[in-house]
């Protein structure tokens, strides 16, 4: 069945991982989505009533392996007391979803001013999708000395696109700083505890080798409202401002919920 209304079109599942019980990636052939890297679209399945539902989703393809091949991944998680996750995770490939024919957000590289150098891109949980998609672009390396990308998470298990991540670290030695971040399990290869803490005690940045400030820094946070209003104040008190288009900041977000 096709379907096409209200900027949504019907596509294929063509793979799913399931990165743990309730956490997985889709990938849906959907050749006709327009995007910029860093942004979302929607997703939809009708319910029983034969009314959609839909949902934003960041979009972890970069828009040039989109255009080689037409398809276009999302990491979701499913909240059993939601009312699509849990559908989405019940699709296998050869189901059809809706999709988007367009991306929207503002969580793009264009949106950060020119003089910035280091990029951090802090996300909890899904919230490190769009970030995946920015490191897949070409211009990032270029155009910045550092790229911190801060992964927090409850558990080990909930560490994604770990693969991708080590071959972005080859791709860009020394430039790509990665830390993921757990809070409620100790391991060695990450910190401990919740984002706005480690950064009020100066250990986000000394893991990081280099410093969080106005000249040269520009900050992305993405994910749970909470991690990202109380980023946002640790940022504050750190002399960092909300960047708005009409006066230009280091910092900017987008909230999951
Ligand atoms: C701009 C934007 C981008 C988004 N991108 C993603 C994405 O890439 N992946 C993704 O899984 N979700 C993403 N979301 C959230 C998504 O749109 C849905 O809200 C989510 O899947 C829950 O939908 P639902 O119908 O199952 O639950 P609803 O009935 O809408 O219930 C919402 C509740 O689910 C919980 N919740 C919602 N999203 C999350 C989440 N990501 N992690 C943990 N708890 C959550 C919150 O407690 C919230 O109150 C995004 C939201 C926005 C606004």
């Not at 006709?32 to 979009?59: H, P, V």
């Not at 040039?64 to 009312?83: C, K, M, N, V, W």
């Not at 693969?163 to 910190?191: D, W």
């Not at 919740?194 to 040269?216: F, H, M």
Request: proline share 5%.
């Amino acid at each position: 069945m096709t379907y096409q209304r209200a900027n949504l079109t019907s596509a294929l599942v063509t793979k799913r991982t399931d990165w743990n019980d309730s956490l997985f990636s889709i990938t849906l052939h959907s050749p006709s989505t327009q995007f910029q890297a860093g942004q979302f679209t929607k997703l939809g399945l009708f319910d029983e009533n034969g009314k959609i539902i839909k949902r934003a989703y960041s979009i972890i393809t970069h828009p040039e392996q989109h255009q080689a091949t037409g398809e276009l991944e999302f990491l979701i998680i499913s909240d059993p007391r939601g009312q699509l996750s849990p559908l989405l995770h019940s699709l296998q490939v050869g189901e059809q979803v809706l999709v988007g024919t367009e991306g929207t957000g503002t969580m793009t590289l264009e949106e950060i001013p020119v003089d910035s150098r280091d990029l951090w891109m802090i996300s909890s949980g899904t919230g490190i999708g769009p970030f995946i998609c920015l490191l897949n672009d070409k211009k990032i390396g270029l155009r910045f000395n550092h790229l911190v990308l801060v992964h927090a998470v409850r558990h080990r298990k909930d560490l994604t696109y770990t693969n991708i991540i080590q071959s972005l670290e080859k791709q860009y030695p020394g430039k790509l700083i990665y830390i993921p971040v757990i809070s409620r399990e100790t391991h060695p290869n990450a910190l401990s505890g919740r984002v706005p803490q480690l950064l009020d005690s100066g250990e986000l940045e000394r893991t990081a080798g280099i410093s969080l400030d106005r000249e040269k820094s520009f900050v992305y946070l993405c994910g749970n409202p909470q991690m990202v209003k109380d980023t946002s104040n640790s940022l504050k008190n750190i002399g960092l401002e909300k960047h708005l288009r009409r006066k230009p900041g280091q910092f900017a977000s987008e909230n999951y919920w």
